[in-house]
């Protein structure tokens, strides 16, 4: 029920917030006691056109996010102008280029998976100019002990960040460099994309948290890197205009859903979840176990410059107030799950569990996740996946099991990388996505990190995530305090006791890591 304020005006209590995933796209309906009215979702269709490449149409992607979002409201039959926000949370490093006097896409969207640059970032990586950087950052750092002159030394350029995907695009499309030479090119992530068809055209802007996510952003002086873009040789006047995470946007035209709704959070997808899990002190750490597993940490005021891979990103930045994180990655969670589930080891990924219990080990068996490469701490985008410690007395049973183990070592060395780099304390860590609701896989990483591990109520913290942000800059939430009080627990895990067997196959599963490494030429 709506209610009225004290000037007898309907209050506009409800949010929607969209969550544009790797998968799927999804829209929620929230109420300011954050219970969830209703939803909507349709698949994101991943084009291939090549081998290794991975894009989205630009004008499908916009059809399907007015499309949940109608059907979000027509599902849960609210009025639009009891709207109050409309918040927006999005894979990253996902991009497109248009041309901004027709705002036409010049091309698909080239999504963060997509590996067309793997030989550029090995070019680059090899090259005598970032070989130089790295020495005059070494020297710098030695003599300033500046620490942002350690992140020179050991800068990496991976197919994941924009960087060398958008260079591929500013030298394989004649009319994308075209464009950028006469200062029509625009820019933009998914949200950036977003932003563009919402206000006709009117806005240009991405986030912090998502600019910084894209390797072309310096979060050390918050803005983008010229450094990397002049030595690279990207435009940055074809980049957005960096905005606060949550604040005012744009309005959506009133034709568009039945109400004028404001857009008044942006967020990317990790640091929304990272907000949704109340992690807000520097030391929280958070686990999305989606499709890949993304370990975060608040490193509060300050930007973490790594030497193994852990990226520095703005959390958000809402006024004063500037939050960064730390964030390590593996490539594979629920691919690795959902690939055996193709492979027949199990009828659904729910189903994965009682399967992997129902044998005392794997037999030996080892599964390296390497869907993609592996990241931190290894750092090779051309290890291979693979399954080892095949016998004759092998079974389906025990391969599952190996598979569900190798998401927990995986995490497992994100945290040790963790505490021995950023020097976390060992406190609770919060889990959300997909892969969270694997109890066997959930404790599994709990005893091996040693610390205990919450589980929400509810796992979609990214969607949740931005409705907060939203509604805390349109007014429905007053304080992070009321936020705070929303939040319910479905599970506390409690480390246990690791057994012989199991630390045995954890020795076999490290030993047997260093086969896969460097596979592909």
């Known amino acids: 029920r709506v209610g009225l304020d004290i000037r007898g005006f309907r209050m506009k209590d409800r949010v929607i917030a969209v969550d544009v995933g790797t998968t799927n796209i999804k829209a929620f309906v929230v109420d300011r006691n954050g219970t969830v009215l209703g939803q909507a979702s349709d698949k994101l269709v991943i084009e291939q056109p090549k081998p290794e490449w991975a894009e989205i149409d630009p004008e499908n992607l916009w059809n399907q996010f007015q499309m949940v979002v109608k059907q979000s409201i027509a599902n849960t039959g609210v009025d639009p102008g009891d709207v109050a926000a409309l918040g927006i949370a999005t894979q990253r490093c996902t991009f497109v280029t248009w041309d901004r006097r027709t705002g036409k896409p010049l091309h698909n969207f080239i999504c963060w998976q997509d590996l067309r640059c793997v030989d550029l970032c090995k070019q680059w990586n090899n090259s005598l100019t970032v070989k130089s950087l790295k020495l005059g950052?070494?020297?710098?750092?030695?003599?300033?002990?500046?620490?942002?002159?350690l992140a020179g030394r050991v800068i990496h350029f991976f197919p994941k960040m924009v960087t060398m995907r958008y260079l591929w695009v500013l030298q394989n499309l004649p009319q994308v460099a075209m464009l950028a030479a006469e200062g029509f090119l625009l820019f933009g992530t998914i949200d950036t994309w977003l932003?563009?068809?919402?206000?006709?055209?009117?806005?240009?802007?991405?986030?912090?948290?998502?600019?910084?996510?894209?390797?072309?952003?310096?979060?050390?002086?918050?803005?983008?890197?010229?450094?990397?873009?002049?030595m690279v040789g990207i435009p940055i006047d074809t980049l957005p205009q960096v905005k606060d995470t949550y604040g005012e946007f744009c309005v959506c035209p009133e034709d568009l859903f039945g109400a004028p709704i404001p857009v008044t959070a942006v967020a990317a997808d990790q640091q929304s979840a990272l907000f949704a899990q109340c992690c807000w002190s520097p030391g929280d750490i958070k686990v999305t176990l989606g499709s890949g597993l993304f370990f975060d940490v608040n490193t509060?005021?300050?930007?973490?410059?790594?030497?193994?891979?852990?990226?520095?990103?703005?959390?958000?930045?809402?006024?004063?107030?500037?939050?960064?994180?730390?964030?390590?990655?593996?490539?594979?969670?629920g691919i690795a799950i959902d690939w055996g589930q193709k492979a027949g080891l199990y009828s659904s990924s729910t189903e994965s569990a009682a399967v992997a219990q129902s044998v005392e080990d794997s037999g030996g068996v080892c599964v390296f996740p390497a869907f993609g490469g592996f990241k931190v701490p290894i750092n090779d985008p051309k290890a291979c996946g693979a399954i080892m410690g095949l016998t004759l007395t092998t079974t389906k049973e025990h391969i599952c099991r190996a598979f569900l183990e190798s998401v927990a070592y995986r995490a497992h060395q994100l945290y040790t990388t963790a505490r021995k780099e950023i020097r976390v304390q060992r406190r609770t860590i919060k889990v959300d996505g997909g892969v969270s609701r694997n109890d066997f896989i959930m404790?599994?990483?709990?005893?091996?990190?040693?610390?205990?591990?919450?589980?929400?109520?509810?796992?979609?913290?990214?969607?949740?995530?931005?409705?907060?942000?939203?509604?805390?800059?349109?007014?429905?939430?007053?304080?992070?305090?009321?936020?705070?009080?929303?939040?319910?627990?479905?599970?506390?895990?409690?480390?246990?006791?690791?057994?012989?067997?199991q630390l045995k196959s954890h020795r076999r599963w490290l030993a047997g890591l260093p086969r896969c490494l460097n596979w592909y030429s």
Request: proline share 4%; net charge negative; charged share 20%.
């Open 300 to 333: 509060g005021n300050k930007p973490h410059a790594s030497l193994t891979g852990f990226v520095p990103m703005v959390g958000w930045k809402v006024g004063a107030e500037l939050v960064y994180v730390a964030e390590g990655q593996s490539s594979s969670s």
């Open 443 to 501: 404790q599994l990483i709990c005893d091996l990190v040693g610390v205990e591990i919450e589980r929400p109520s509810q796992t979609d913290m990214t969607v949740l995530g931005v409705a907060y942000m939203a509604g805390l800059a349109a007014g429905v939430w007053s304080s992070r305090d009321e936020v705070h009080k929303l939040r319910q627990v479905d599970r506390v895990f409690r480390p246990q006791a690791l057994s012989e067997s």
């Open 137 to 149: 950052s070494g020297a710098l750092h030695m003599i300033t002990r500046n620490n942002r002159f």
């Open 195 to 230: 932003l563009w068809k919402l206000s006709r055209g009117t806005l240009h802007a991405t986030d912090y948290s998502n600019a910084s996510s894209t390797g072309i952003f310096d979060p050390f002086v918050m803005e983008w890197s010229s450094l990397i873009n002049d």
